[in-house]
């Protein structure tokens, strides 16, 4: 079974940097989307930012493009978000996703799996 584990998340000032990471193992197909979502309290949770095994194009969120990229190692199995110019607003539980295949949009049914989260807090 496939699973998901999410590091890297804490507390930092605004402005500052932080780089996520999704440890995806069991896998046994390299053809996959891969996404990042956010979800603060009393919010709905949001896509951030997708990526395919190929095409190899990242897909961002209005909200963070220009702060944010999104990159896989496919030999480690492996997403990262490098997250820069962090904002209060940005704020959130941070679950990567995973869907075989290809995937469109930031709809959560697309994803079969997902990772148990983590919290990135940004203070002003």
């Known amino acids: 079974q496939v699973q998901l584990v999410e590091s890297g998340g804490g507390s930092v000032q605004a402005g500052g940097s932080l780089r996520l990471a999704c440890a995806a193992s069991g896998v046994t197909s390299s053809n996959y989307c891969m996404a990042w979502f956010r979800q603060a309290p009393r919010k709905e949770r949001e896509g951030v930012a997708r990526?395919?095994?190929?095409?190899?194009?990242?897909v961002y969120a209005d909200s963070v493009r220009g702060r944010f990229t999104i990159s896989r190692d496919n030999a480690k199995n492996t997403l990262y978000l490098q997250m820069n110019s962090l904002k209060p607003e940005d704020t959130a539980m941070y679950y990567c996703?995973?869907?075989?295949?290809?995937?469109?949009?930031?709809?959560?049914?697309?994803?079969?799996?997902w990772g148990q989260g983590t919290q990135v807090t940004v203070s002003s």
């Open positions: 996703a995973a869907r075989e295949g290809l995937c469109s949009g930031f709809l959560r049914a697309q994803y079969n799996y």
């Open positions: 990526i395919y095994t190929v095409p190899y194009i990242p």
